[in-house]
Every structure is written in C-alpha cells, then in structure tokens.
C-alpha cells in the first residue's frame, strides 16, 4: 500500500469535497480517502499495483477539479 497526497485546486464547498471523495473511493485500489475542503487536499491510501498516480489524476479531472501530487 501506498499513501498519496493531492493538491486539489477548484473545491469550493463541502459538496466538492464529498463527490471528490466519493469518485476516489470509487477508483479500483483505493483503500481509503480523506478530502479537505480547508487544506485544499486528498490524502489516499491505495495499493500501487491497481491505482497509478495517473489514474488518480484522472479521477480528479473527471470531477471537475484540477489536481497534481503533493510532494
């Protein structure tokens, strides 16, 4: 398992963040999510194997928001 953080640019309330969450669980591998409308952040944790960064990015863009990986 690995533990990913993404900067998400476009959240602008609650609702944002629980449809992001939603769309991140929803990705094969993710394990869990944990979406910050304050910190403008995800935290996931996810086997690498089944989930890329790539497709994590995906799901992001999908939802209408804009991410990148955390350093």
């Not at 959240?11 to 591998?29: F, Y």
């Not at 989930?51 to 990148?68: D, Y």
């Amino acid at each position: 398992m690995q533990t990913a953080r993404l900067t998400i640019t476009g959240m602008d309330h609650e609702g944002c963040a629980d449809l992001l969450n939603d769309l991140l669980q929803a990705v094969d591998g993710v394990e869990t999510v944990c979406v910050s409308l304050a910190r403008s952040d995800a935290t996931l944790k996810f086997d690498e194997s089944v989930a890329s960064h790539e497709r994590l990015l995906n799901a992001v863009q999908q939802a209408g928001f804009i991410g990148e990986m955390a350093q």
